[in-house]
Structures are given as structure tokens and as C-alpha cells.
């Protein structure tokens, strides 16, 4: 009986309903212009100003064009699973909100916890490298003087408090604070001038290209330049070893697939978008034209730079930490690096704020939910906007960015979205298979029916592979949620057979390949058992296109980029996970708002069979009375309209 509610409590689901989709204590007040210029804002940043060259030098050279092309379309597939979830829960609370009413509280709460550790290292790195960009510009001075007058020589912790980023931080916290309309002013503002500035870099690219420079031996290189070129050859010239071979692919097809694996990460933070459903006007058409739209722009924005770097300058003479401004100075054009350094300026700020604007309204919507402390949920009656929770994670991101080195920690960003990321494409598919009546009722009627259903062996094979029914059924549903989980386990073993195993593979080891081969098979197995189940598309306006195809090979690249992170990232991720369940068990399993709505179905159940026990029958219908009882246990209690559950 203990193993039962613990399992129902965990993996109890959050019902929605239209009344509660549409209302909220939030201001709708932004529109799909906002929602797009948020995006591309909030995306369009660090990965630009400083990710382009680290790629281009030092790991896929010229080729950086097709590994932006390969990031691109990973996350156009999650952003596709990510606007069909948009359109359906336009709730604050992003991935944690859709996991949620599809597979759970606890997986709710995992990927909630992990987008909170995402933001917060996301906001401290951004401002980290605002002030970097900044004091490059300066030549240096404000580190300089940081090392020679406050120096940390504590491992762990930055060389040098960076009170510019905290600064920074703490100037978007008071924007956020003061409500999400004159933050969405401000990102407009700064993206346009940020793709003005895109848009000069890459018509002087046009104009200054050399496409010798895709394909120029490098190791020859002289070791001076004319005068305009000493700074820059005397600063990034190495040991030919270390800059490639050469050409288009100067570090072969391996280099540019590891350059797509850094530059996916480029794309993060479209999935801002997805948390301010409860502050959209029209949230089931505006967020999935938002996020399709912006990760477009971005994408060309990426394509356009790296191209016009790579041809302006030979990649092994690239800056791995301000290549804009330096390219310009290559080609002998020195007043344009102020040009780009305002454009740096603007996509850094708007790009911090994307990273902190989604970080309140996570914590918010946990705490709404009772999983987290519930004071954080508090909304601001004269700005409308959850000024504590902005508070507590400004100060929180505004602290890690003034002590510690972020370096140490910006692996884990990745494991939090591309957990968000592969639990969104599950949830896609399991949402589309459902049956289309779903009674919210007494939750402890709908487990006890759910266990009284039963089937056949010869009911779950014909269903799987010849199903009968047109419409989606229980049964159907039952077996698209079975094999999506397998299909995760699956995906997992193939993609550690192929990192983990890569040398068993390439020498014929027999383990290696019939484990592969065997993983491989059951997932075309299970692949053609999803498309043979019928779908439930039924009152979307946004629809996921090729399902199950999309969803799925968004879940495989993702999981294949999560075994592709380090084992000291895995351990702080195990050490902020063990703080998360800490939290959970010990307060957010007892006072999350489906277990205050289970404890008083049970209340009223109770009393209403104390009360039918005290009503004295009539002594014919005697026989009739003693069944009331029992039937009345077994009567669901309807909840108003307006409940939260």
C-alpha cells in the first residue's frame, strides 16, 4: 500500500483546463513581435560575439558554416516540439510546466530544479563575458587593475571579483523587476541595433571576402604581417600542429560534427519564449510563430558571420575571444571595432536579460505549484510581475557572478536543456497519441479505474502492430507511453555503444556490434509500431510536423550529446540534483497543490459516507440502503471550473 501512493504521488499529473489556461495573475501584454525580438535577443549573444571564433580557430575552421547548419536543425526539431507544447500549455514554467500534465510531478520537478541551474550559471556566464568583451575593448584595464588591487587566489573562485558583471546583473533584475513590457522595449531596442550590426558585418564580409582563405595552407605561415597585422599575428600565431591542416576542413568531418556539438549550444535560449505564456495576448498562435521565426533568424545571422569571419581572415589568425572587432582590424578597417563593440554591447545585454527573464517565472510557477517555498509565487500588485522570485534568483546569479569561475560550471547549463529538450519531444508524443476525453475527476477514482483496466497479451499485439481502432483509445495511449520510455533506454544504449565503445566497433568486436545492431533494430521496431498508432490532433493550431519522426530524432541527438559530457560535469549535476530531491521530499511532495486536492477529495469523501450512514432508511428499502455506502466511495467529486488541478 506504501509502494502504491508513493508511486501515485510521484508520478501524479498537473490538469489543465481552458479556465485555468486563460487566466492568470500575470499581465498579457506582449505580442508576437515581442516574443520573436525576445527570442532572437536572447539567443543571438555570447554565441556571436565570442562562441563564432572559438569554433572557427581551434576547432572546425571555415567548415563552422555546416556545424552552425547541424546546430541549427537540432534545435529547430526541439523548437518544433517546444511550439506545439506552446500552443497547447501557454503556462509560465516552460519545459517544467509540459512535463508536468504529461508524465509527472517528479519529472516535473527534475527538469523544473535543472532549468533553475540553467539560468541562473546561464546569466552569470553571459555577464561574465559582457564585462570580458568590455574590458577588451579597453585593453585590458579593468583585469589589470582587479588582479593588482583585489585578487582571489582561492581555488574554485574567479582570479578577480568581476563587480562590472555583478553590476550588470543587478541592473537587469531592477528592468525585470519593474515589468515584463519595458523589458520587452528594452530587447527590442538592443536586438535591432544588434542586427544592424550583423547585417554590417556581413556586407563587409561580401565585400573584403578572400576565398583563398577557405583554402590557404597554414603551414607556412609568415610570422610577421605588414605593419597594420603585427598586433594580430604577435597575439594568436601558434605551432602549425595546433591549427589544423589547412583548407575548408582543417580538422577533418570530426572537427566540424564537435564544433555542431559547441555550437548547439549557441541556440539556447529560445525556449524564453515558452515561459511567458501566462503574459502572451494570444499565446496558442504567437509562441509557435515566435519560436520558429526567431531560431530562423538566428541561424542565418550565425551563417552570415562565421562565413564573412572565415573569409575576411584565415581562421588560424582569429581572436578565440573577440574575433569581430579583430577581423576588421586585419583588413586594415580599425574604426569598425567600435562599430561591432556597440553591436557586442547590445547582444550581450539582450542576451542576459534572455537568460534571467525566464529564471523568475520557473521559480514562480513551482512555487504556484507548492514545489517549491510557496512565499517565491508572490505577484506584485503594482507591476504584476513575481518581484521576489525576481529578487531571490537576481541576487542568486548576481553572487556566482562576482566570486566564482564560471568556467568550472558552464557544462552543466547543457545538461539542463538538453534534458528539458528530450523531455519535450517525449511529451510530445505522448500528448499526441492520448484519447481526446479526459475526465478531472476525484484523483484517487481515476488511479483506482486505471488499475481495474486490463489486456490481453493478444490485445496489446494486435494494437501495437495491426491496431483497428481509427482514434486514439486507452490502449493505444498506454502503448505510445511504454515505448517512448523504451525507446529512451534504447536510444541510450546505441549512443554509449558508439562514444563508449567507438574502438570495439572499428575492430569488428562481437559484443560491440550485436549490441548495436540489437539496440539499433528494436528501435526501428518500436519506430514502426508509434507510426502504425493513430493520433489525436484534434483543436491544435500548432501542430509538430512528422510525428514521430521529429520528436525522435530530436530525443537522439540530445541523448548523444548528454553522453557526450564530462564525468566532473555529471558530478556537480549529481550534487545539485541531491539539493533538488532534498527540497522535494522533505516539503514539495506534501504541500504541492495536487496533494492538497487529494487530501480533500478524501476529506469530502469521508463525509459524505459519515453522512449517508447517519440517514436511518426506510425498513423496506433496507437492502437497498446497505449498498450507499460502498457506492458512495466510488462517486467522484467535480471540481469548479476555476481549480487549479
Request: hydrophobic residues 50%; negative net charge.
Amino acid at each position: 500500500m506504501f509502494y502504491q501512493r508513493l508511486k501515485f504521488r510521484l508520478l501524479r499529473k498537473k490538469y489543465i483546463n481552458v479556465a485555468y489556461v486563460e487566466e492568470s495573475e500575470l499581465k498579457r501584454c506582449l505580442s508576437t513581435v515581442d516574443l520573436t525580438a525576445l527570442g532572437v535577443g536572447s539567443t543571438l549573444g555570447a554565441g556571436l560575439y565570442v562562441i563564432a571564433g572559438q569554433v572557427a580557430r581551434d576547432v572546425a575552421g571555415p567548415s563552422i558554416i555546416f556545424s552552425f547548419f547541424v546546430a541549427a536543425v537540432a534545435s529547430i526539431l526541439a523548437g518544433l516540439c517546444y511550439a506545439e507544447f506552446g500552443a497547447r500549455i501557454p503556462r509560465s514554467g516552460s519545459a517544467y510546466s509540459y512535463s508536468y500534465v504529461t508524465v509527472g510531478e517528479l519529472w516535473a520537478f527534475v527538469i523544473g530544479w535543472n532549468m533553475i541551474l540553467e539560468y541562473v550559471i546561464g546569466t552569470a556566464s553571459v555577464a561574465r563575458g559582457w564585462s570580458a568583451y568590455l574590458d577588451s575593448m579597453l585593453g585590458d584595464r579593468i583585469a589589470n587593475l582587479s588582479m593588482t588591487y583585489l585578487p582571489m587566489h582561492v581555488p574554485g573562485f574567479a582570479p578577480y571579483p568581476d563587480f562590472v558583471a555583478f553590476t550588470i546583473v543587478l541592473l537587469i533584475t531592477g528592468i525585470l523587476m519593474v515589468g515584463v513590457k519595458e523589458s520587452a522595449v528594452f530587447t527590442k531596442i538592443f536586438t535591432v541595433i544588434n542586427l544592424t550590426v550583423v547585417c554590417f558585418v556581413v556586407g563587409v564580409g561580401l565585400f573584403k571576402a578572400d576565398f583563398h582563405n577557405w583554402s590557404k595552407d597554414n603551414i607556412n605561415v609568415p610570422v610577421d604581417f605588414n605593419n597594420s597585422n603585427e598586433t594580430i599575428s604577435s597575439r594568436y600565431i601558434e605551432e602549425p600542429e595546433n591549427r589544423g591542416s589547412g583548407g575548408f576542413f582543417p580538422y577533418g568531418i570530426s572537427g566540424t560534427m564537435a564544433g555542431a556539438a559547441t555550437c548547439f549550444y549557441a541556440f539556447v535560449g529560445f525556449d524564453v519564449i515558452a515561459t511567458t505564456g501566462e503574459e502572451v495576448k494570444n499565446p496558442q498562435q504567437a509562441i509557435p510563430i515566435s519560436v520558429i521565426v526567431s531560431l530562423v533568424v538566428v541561424f542565418f545571422a550565425y551563417f552570415g558571420v562565421s562565413a564573412a569571419i572565415t573569409l575576411m581572415c584565415p581562421y588560424f589568425l582569429l581572436d578565440s575571444n573577440a574575433a569581430l572587432p579583430n577581423v576588421f582590424e586585419y583588413v586594415g578597417m580599425h574604426w569598425a571595432k567600435y562599430v561591432v563593440a556597440i553591436g557586442a554591447v547590445c547582444g550581450l545585454s539582450t542576451s542576459l536579460l534572455g537568460a534571467m527573464f525566464p529564471l523568475p517565472r520557473v521559480i514562480y510557477s513551482m512555487a504556484s505549484d507548492g514545489l517549491l517555498f510557496r512565499f517565491l509565487s508572490n505577484v506584485s500588485d503594482n507591476f504584476k510581475t513575481p518581484v521576489i522570485a525576481t529578487i531571490v534568483s537576481g541576487s542568486l546569479a548576481a553572487l556566482m557572478t562576482v566570486l566564482f569561475d564560471i568556467k568550472q560550471l558552464v557544462d552543466m547549463m547543457s545538461i539542463g536543456t538538453l534534458l528539458a529538450y528530450t523531455l519535450v519531444s517525449a511529451c510530445v508524443l505522448i500528448l499526441r497519441y492520448e484519447p481526446d476525453v479526459y475526465n478531472p475527476s476525484n484523483i484517487s477514482s481515476n488511479l483506482v479505474q486505471a488499475d481495474d483496466t486490463s489486456y490481453s497479451v493478444y490485445d496489446i499485439i494486435s494494437q501495437a502492430f495491426s491496431p483497428h481502432a481509427a482514434i486514439a483509445t486507452d490502449l493505444s495511449s498506454t502503448i505510445v507511453t511504454y515505448i517512448t520510455a523504451g525507446l529512451g533506454i534504447l536510444m541510450f544504449i546505441f549512443c554509449s555503444v558508439v562514444i563508449y565503445a567507438n574502438e570495439g566497433l572499428s575492430q569488428g568486436v562481437w559484443w560491440t556490434i550485436c549490441l548495436c545492431i540489437l539496440s539499433g533494430s528494436l528501435i526501428i521496431i518500436s519506430l514502426y509500431v508509434l507510426i502504425k498508432q493513430p493520433q489525436n490532433t484534434r483543436g491544435l493550431t500548432f501542430q509538430t510536423p512528422c510525428v514521430p519522426m521529429i520528436p525522435i530524432t530530436s530525443m537522439f541527438i540530445n541523448i548523444f550529446l548528454i553522453l557526450k559530457l564530462s564525468i566532473p560535469t555529471w558530478l556537480r549535476f549529481l550534487v545539485w540534483m541531491a539539493l533538488g530531491f532534498c527540497i522535494y521530499f522533505f516539503y514539495g511532495i506534501w504541500h504541492s497543490n495536487e496533494e492538497t486536492q487529494m487530501m480533500n477529495d478524501f476529506a469530502k469523501e469521508v463525509t459524505m459516507d459519515m453522512d449517508v450512514e447517519k440517514v436511518e432508511p426506510p425498513s423496506g428499502d433496507k437492502e437497498k440502503s446497505e449498498g450507499l455506502p460502498l457506492l458512495n466511495r466510488t462517486i467522484s467529486v467535480q471540481e469548479d471550473d476555476d481549480s487549479d488541478f
